[in-house]
């Protein structure tokens, strides 16, 4: 049984930084990709970035030049590092990690005040 987890959310003012984690139970690379969404209270769940099995990685239009993903595979963990927080950013981040099936974390809270 795969198990993410995350951590690393807060309360951060405006401009602020952050810095979740997602711990996987096992290889990062027994997995295809990798990838953080988040949800907003009222609103669909929406894919913040992906990375791929071979580093590729896939930004939503909102966070690219803020966020960057990366991963240490001796961890067994991705990094999600956001800079330039908005108040927008607000939401519960989750890590996904796809495979023979997708797997989901617990996710982590971010708010951001203005």
């Given at each position: 049984?795969?198990h ?21 139970s ?13 949800q907003?209270?009222?609103k ?19 966070v690219?030049g ?28 989750y ?11 617990q ?6 005040s203005?």
């Amino acid at each position: 049984q795969v198990h993410l987890v995350e951590s690393g959310g807060g309360l951060v003012q405006a401009g602020g930084s952050l810095r979740l984690s997602c711990a996987a139970s096992g290889s990062i690379f027994n997995f295809n990709a990798m990838g953080w969404y988040r949800q907003a209270p009222g609103k669909p769940r929406e894919l913040v970035v992906i990375i791929t099995s071979g580093g590729s990685t896939n930004y939503a239009d909102s966070v690219k030049g803020r966020f960057t993903i990366s991963r240490d595979s001796a961890k067994n963990t991705v990094y999600l590092q956001m800079s330039s927080l908005k108040p927008d950013d607000t939401a519960i981040y989750y890590c996904t990690a796809w495979g023979s099936r997708d797997y989901w974390g617990q996710g982590t809270q971010v708010t951001v005040s203005s």
